[in-house]
């Protein structure tokens, strides 16, 4: 089969750029003619072959990049990125609006029109935050991240959750939150591997990484899961040039940082190298009225984050925390900060039960314990380190009609 039958057209014609794009994995090769209309090259070798192109390998060979969907919008995406520069607020809307044609999960659609009818503010500070990350941001990083967030979890790794739910009789998280332990990284190297390799399977593609110590030591785990999007909460000590350099090429990845005395100089080397950032912090129910009265969103203003992340501590009441979130949702709808406002728990709840039935928030600590949005499990029949994913969550997060019978097998475990 001849490439030359077929003419190339577009900003994906030619260079290595086209082929990185493209990628080396798809059955098909979407691309644009000056009219914006769509055409098709189906590509019948496989591996490092490309019209007209260099070979080049990709770092990121997976079976997701072959979804006809995905290739369409991550293309789109990536065209609109380079738009965006000379008129965020135009190609914002335009994003969104192709958002809407290709958006059919439960989640998606929701937050597209929620998006469109925010739009519609001429002075929302969300137009200076795009032109912001698009101009400072690898534009890898924004497509790949926002892709995999977007499309492989909230939309077909969402279909899947459905499906394993109704098969299955208990409830799967979007999300899965994990305090990661050094000591099981060293020492049992295929621990983690694993539990994402479960969560995968069950619809899982979105992972909320809490990593003390060593930084560096966690990236070989993102490595090895690209279609997966994640968020890797860290301390500003943590982010030097090393860690940097080893995290150039996942481009998977948004870093958030910890509110403290490091951390503008962390996010001005994370802006410096063109990751997408985000800042994060807790509070207790003493310092509950502080994140209320503004002063803690003014104070990480200065470092210009795409996201800032609150979490509660163990100390806080529901009523605190229904408080605080009230606050939070009256920050977004207001559109007067540069930065998306997100309250770690509550918006993952949020997020679950509108991708699915009921509510489910799933987390372990390093000990491997249970963690829910109804509090700290010991119980060892509850622990990851010593049971699998699957089996946990079909003891503690049943289906109502399954529920009477997992607190039955529960009793007799103990």
């Not at 996201?307 to 979130?325: H, K, N, P, W």
């Not at 509108?354 to 600590?365: A, K, P, Q, R, T």
């Not at 060892?380 to 997060?397: S, V």
């Amino acid at each position: 089969m001849s490439w030359d039958r077929f003419p190339l057209v577009g900003n994906f014609a030619t260079g290595k750029k086209s082929c990185y794009v493209l990628g080396h994995f798809f059955s098909f090769v979407p691309s644009f003619s000056r009219r914006n209309k769509v055409s098709l090259y189906y590509r019948n070798l496989p591996g490092t072959f490309c019209p007209r192109g260099q070979a080049r390998k990709v770092w990121h060979p997976t079976t997701m990049k072959s979804d006809m969907t995905r290739v369409l919008v991550e293309s789109t995406i990536r065209r609109t990125l380079k738009a965006m520069r000379e008129s965020p607020e135009r190609e914002a809307r335009n994003l969104v609006d192709a958002g809407a044609q290709f958006s059919t999960g439960r989640f998606q659609t929701r937050l597209i029109s929620h998006a469109q009818r925010m739009l519609q503010n001429a002075k929302s500070a969300y137009y200076a935050l795009v032109k912001d990350v698009v101009t400072y941001a690898d534009h890898d990083n924004i497509a790949t991240f926002g892709v995999n967030l977007g499309y492989n979890s909230c939309t077909k790794g969402a279909r899947l959750i459905r499906e394993t739910e109704r098969e299955k009789g208990f409830n799967i998280p979007w999300a899965l939150h994990l305090r990661v332990s050094q000591e099981k990284l060293a020492g049992d190297p295929g621990l983690y591997p694993s539990i994402l390799r479960e969560g995968t399977s069950l619809g899982i593609y979105t992972y909320l990484l809490f990593v003390p110590g060593d930084a560096q030591a966690v990236l070989p785990l993102v490595m090895e899961y690209p279609d997966c999007a994640f968020l890797l909460f860290l301390e500003g000590g943590q982010i030097s040039s090393a860690f940097l350099e080893e995290l150039a090429p996942l481009k998977n990845v948004m870093v958030s940082v910890r509110r403290g005395e490091a951390m503008e100089q962390a996010c001005r080397a994370l802006r410096a190298a063109g990751r997408l950032y985000a800042v994060h912090g807790s509070y207790s129910e003493e310092e509950a009225g502080y994140v209320r009265s503004g002063k803690w969103l003014e104070s990480v203003l200065p470092a210009r984050p795409v996201f800032a992340f609150l979490r509660a501590d163990l100390s806080c009441t529901d009523r605190t925390q229904a408080e605080v979130y009230q606050y939070v949702t009256a920050v977004r709808d207001g559109q007067h900060y540069p930065l998306i406002l997100m309250d770690v728990a509550r918006d993952s709840l949020l997020i679950d039960q509108v991708i699915s039935e009921g509510e489910c928030l799933v987390g372990f600590d390093q000990d491997g314990s249970l963690r829910t949005h109804q509090g700290l499990r010991r119980e060892e029949q509850g622990n990851i380190f010593h049971h699998p994913l699957e089996e946990i969550l079909r003891l503690y997060t049943p289906k109502p009609a399954a529920k009477k019978e997992a607190v039955t097998q529960s009793v007799t475990a103990l």
